[in-house]
């Protein structure tokens, strides 16, 4: 009930600061007994010595357009273990549908149970449901489609490769403010697309990405860095950079370290207000 409270709080005149919950319960671990009375306490000490960093709390705007997004991320989740049991169920019998998606996996399906009264019994609620949630996914997808339409920075956004309208609503609603980051490369960051790092003494290494940080927003990216190594055909530096990368460390790691450099680029267009522009050496003659 976070973001309620403090813009309740906030149109009643007060100021109110919401603080980074890990920090804060990093700094209540120290005590040895965790009580109300140790934790009231603690919240006081912390607020008293400065030790704390405040965080950012979305506008109501964001959260119902996260919320949209959100719902529509679990009915996808829903239809992808939907289709997963029918196909586990017509295994068992010899069925295979094929790596159809939508009307024609349905279809498919219908044929493979046709005469077989004992399968039909136990896949056609699950092919009814499946339909059903399709339906509601596409009722998402235009909601999407209108407000992205609606929302000039989310077309800006757009003009990068790989990014379509629910990468562009989804990075928009993140990062809601481009002037909360002095730098783009903070960006990056705050989705915690950069790798950890442990340095002491003569150690010094970097690991894996955190997954601290928006999974939503993190996923999209990676979803757009895929598209731009594996579907844009035309040719750029962005692509060639990953490209470059990925014969060096691995395609899992260019898709990565592509997911950030995007999130930094988007910055920057959303910034300046200029749409992405192509390099001059991959333009077509």
Known sequence: MTPWLVHGLRQAGLTVDCLDARRVKAALQMRLNKTDQND???????????????????????????????????????????????????????????SGRGLRFDRRVEELIQGNQEVGMVVRPLLAALRHVGEQITTFDKAVLRQVRADPTCRLLMSVPGIGALSSLVYVSTVEDPKRFSRSRAVGAHLDLTPRRYQSGDIDRSGRISRCGDSLARTLMYEAASVILHRVKRASQLSEW?????????????????????????HSIWRSGEEFRWSAATLPA
């Open 40 to 98: 009231a306490e603690g919240l006081a000490q912390v607020m008293r010595s400065g030790w704390y960093r405040p965080v950012h709390v979305k506008s109501l705007d964001a959260h119902r357009a996260r919320s949209l997004l959100g719902a529509r991320a679990q009915l996808v989740g829903m239809r992808t273990r939907l289709t997963n049991m029918i196909r586990g169920i017509l295994k068992t019998y010899g069925m295979l549908p094929g």
């Open 242 to 266: 990953a490209q470059a990368i990925a014969q060096r460390a691995g395609p899992g790691k260019a898709r990565v370290a592509l997911a950030r450099k995007l999130s930094v680029i988007l």
